[in-house]
Nanobody, 123 residues
Framework: VQLQASGGGLVQAGGSLKLSCEASGTIFSIYYMGWYRQSPGKERELVVTFSSLTTGDVTNYADSVKGRFTISGDSAANAVYLQMNDLKPEDTAVYYC???????????????WGQGTLVTVSS
C-alpha cells in the first residue's frame, strides 16, 4: 500500500493550497484517511481525518485550522484532499497523509503514512 501526497509548496500568508493524497495497492477497506502535520521542533499533530471515507463523517478539525481548512474525499478513488485557505506562517509544516486500512478480510487493519509534502508559508 502506498499513500502518494502532493500539492505542497511555497505560498504567501493569506494564500491557498490544496493537498491531494491517493492510496494505492491492495486495499480491502479503509477505516480512516486524513492529514497530520509536523512543524520543525514539534511533534506530529492531527489536522483532520475522515472517520468514514464512505459516509464523509469527519473528525474534529484541529482548533488552529478550523474555518480555514476543509477536507474532502473520493471513496471510489481512495483519495482525500485538503483545501487550505488563509494560510499563516504557523501552518508551515510537512503535511502527512495517513490511513488505517485493511488489505484483506481476514487480518487486522494497519496504519500507513505518506511521504509528506512540505508547505511553507511566508510572512
Amino acid at each position: 500500500v502506498q499513500l502518494q501526497a502532493s500539492g505542497g509548496g511555497l505560498v504567501q500568508a493569506g494564500g491557498s493550497l490544496k493537498l491531494s493524497c491517493e492510496a494505492s495497492g491492495t486495499i480491502f477497506s479503509i477505516y480512516y484517511m486524513g492529514w497530520y502535520r509536523q512543524s520543525p521542533g514539534k511533534e506530529r499533530e492531527l489536522v483532520v481525518t475522515f472517520s468514514s471515507l464512505t459516509t464523509g463523517d469527519v473528525t474534529n478539525y484541529a482548533d488552529s485550522v478550523k474555518g480555514r481548512f476543509t477536507i474532502s474525499g473520493d471513496s471510489a478513488a481512495n483519495a482525500v484532499y485538503l483545501q487550505m485557505n488563509d494560510l499563516k506562517p504557523e501552518d508551515t509544516a510537512v503535511y502527512y497523509c495517513a490511513a488505517e486500512l485493511w488489505t484483506n478480510d481476514y487480518s487486522g487493519k494497519h496504519q500507513y503514512w505518506g511521504q509528506g509534502t512540505l508547505v511553507t508559508v511566508s510572512s
